[in-house]
């Protein structure tokens, strides 16, 4: 409750990065920022004072400040050493996608500093990866914070946490998890109008748009929201021993699936899609003919410890039909809430709302340690 | 983030009350009871020791404890004194709808004392007893957690409070915050399929069922839905004077205004609400030629600070229209989220959701405490 100063750490000046130093900027009573890495520069606020504290800004404006120590990329055991050495709690805000990073979090944790992320890799990995995060966080009495790992600022894993630690019973989790699929199938078959554009296409206007990653076959083939129901199903209590270790729908045409992944992979791949537009047009028509829709989405049976993630067929007055954009919705059915389930919806994805939830869960972990 | 003791006191335990002790009974690491109180008996822990605890349980398993100190009602600043005396930090949990309990909050808050509530009363009345409240809670250096005034257990306030506090721009709030009314449209005018139910009928049916408070006018006159208006508005930083002081369109017919709130006033009220299902038929009907249905819902215009509650048409697909049963929706329109909203939706009402959303704040608090 006292005022004393909490000491940052932030890693990553990407989308998310960048709108998340804006924010922070904007913070009341926001912890003292003393280390802001890229992947080939780091500054750091001098020791032994970790005073001044660098700019909360852009990177470029950050790295002119003088007064700062700047070197090349540190190892992450020299960030967490500087950190730990700090006067007062430390915070490590890690706003990459990176694993190795990912899987230094323990080394953070242990001593004493807290992890905030939308990095989802690392809560994602393998199961004893997850487990050695928690434990180093109880041992080096730390905190942890990835809200922005599912469906960006949503308020999911906060909901989940809820609902879980205050003694519901989750039975099942469904939703659509990922802003390209969304948008993809939204599109492709609308669950009012009507639209004859082929999937091919549709895939290669969400490209243009930037919606895809660079790889649109990193979308395509499922790991994302594999990744993502990972983390949501450990967090309801089942032991998910790895993202790859229950059904997972590829849409990436068997085909098509030794093509190499170089930029003339992405442009080969791309240039055969067509060739399936039949196949993903007769999906879409059997749908047509039940009066459904079809969609990309993800489930947790919780009873029977199942996890899948692929294609559905869902009624055109349902929410998941009636999704707009690149929108994420997330289902909650509980022994509380009965038949109909606790729902968020709304923007899964973008810089601004991710960043968003890495800022909310800032000040949730400041609010904690001071 | 050491484990020591926090005192908790328990005002309350109607259907709230007593589903928040059997949810507090299975939480770890709970605080310690030390309080429970209904209208004309309080339990105590015996003083100096304020030990033994009261076993969370049901009132009557609680009271039957030798070894407490019972009492008959005490006031509130009573109590607050006993809880600031207690060896540790102290909250206290008020499950009683009373306005008079929430004008002591201050009493409490200044002595150091926590509050974690569903009572919308304190928090939606005169203006000056909410800047109280909080001013009292940032002297006494206490915490205030009120998520289950707005939607029960969805989280409604945190997600504002994240966006508020993150810097987005928070431009439209709109939804349906009322089970009793959400039940009574969804039936009357639902958005697929038919019904040629009568507007009093249903409201008979909705009290038979019990999802009427025991006069329905207290429903029907707006001012539950109104009082979280203000609420929310509030957070949104819009200074609200009373919850009366915007547009609340009442379904009570202006001719029945007059009929006393006795019990024999509500017989007269059902006897004669018939006479009015013409108007609301008509209403209804209206919106049906423009494909629309009729719903009940509040709406806070943050840049033009207009609050409203009242009756309007929605499309047939949008998700407000598409509401099930009792459910609440709210959707949040804000700077980050561009053209979609954010939206939480879900049961908004019921004595296990709503003390769902007392638990998790009171998880939140404790974590803050220790």
Chains 1, 2 share one sequence.
Do not use: C
């Not at 199938?185 to 895809?212: I, M």
């Not at 909650?332 to 009965?338: A, C, E, W």
């Amino acid at each position: 409750m006292s005022a004393s100063p909490i000491y940052l750490g932030v890693i990553g000046v990407g989308g998310v990065g960048t709108a998340f130093l804006q924010q922070l900027a904007r913070l009341p009573n926001a912890p003292q920022l003393v280390v802001l890495a890229r992947s080939s520069q780091t500054l750091l606020a001098p020791t032994p004072a970790y005073s001044p504290a660098i700019p909360a800004a852009d990177w470029a404006t950050a790295s002119a400040t003088p007064s700062l120590t700047k070197s090349g990329a540190l190892q992450a055991e020299e960030i967490a050493t500087y950190l730990a050495a700090a006067p007062g709690r430390a915070i490590l805000v890690d706003n990459t996608s990176d694993i190795s990073l990912a899987r230094q979090y323990p080394t953070f944790l242990k001593k004493g500093i807290s992890v905030v992320t939308p990095n989802k890799k690392g809560f994602s990995d393998d199961l004893s990866l997850w487990k050695d995060i928690f434990a180093s966080a109880a041992e080096g009495k730390a905190l942890v914070y990835h809200e922005s790992t599912v469906g960006a600022g949503l308020p999911v894993l906060s909901t989940l946490k809820d609902l879980v630690a205050t003694g519901d019973e989750v039975t099942r989790i469904e939703g659509v998890f990922s802003g390209t699929l969304s948008f993809l199938f939204n599109t492709f078959a609308p669950a009012s109008g009507s639209s004859d554009a082929q999937w091919s296409a549709v895939v290669a206007q969400a490209k243009e748009l930037g919606y895809t990653e660079p790889d649109p076959r990193d979308d395509l083939n499922g790991m994302d929201v594999a990744r993502k129901l990972t983390i949501l199903a450990r967090i309801a209590g089942l032991e998910v021993s790895r993202p790859d270790s229950f059904p997972i729908e590829s849409l990436i045409p068997a085909e098509l699936e030794s093509l190499p992944s170089s930029a003339d992979g992405i442009t080969q791949f791309m240039t055969r899609l067509p060739e399936f537009d039949a196949q993903m047009a007769n999906i879409k028509d059997t749908a047509e003919k039940q009066g459904k829709v079809v969609r990309y989405v993800g489930s947790i049976d919780v009873a029977a410890k199942a996890v899948k993630v692929g294609l559905q067929y869902f009624d055109k007055d349902s929410a998941i039909a009636g999704l707009k954009g690149s929108d994420n919705i997330i289902s909650f059915y509980t022994k509380r809430y009965g038949a109909n389930p606790l729902i968020v919806q709304g923007a899964g994805a973008g810089g601004d709302v991710t960043a968003m939830g890495v800022s909310a869960d800032l000040i949730k972990a400041v609010e904690r340690l001071r």
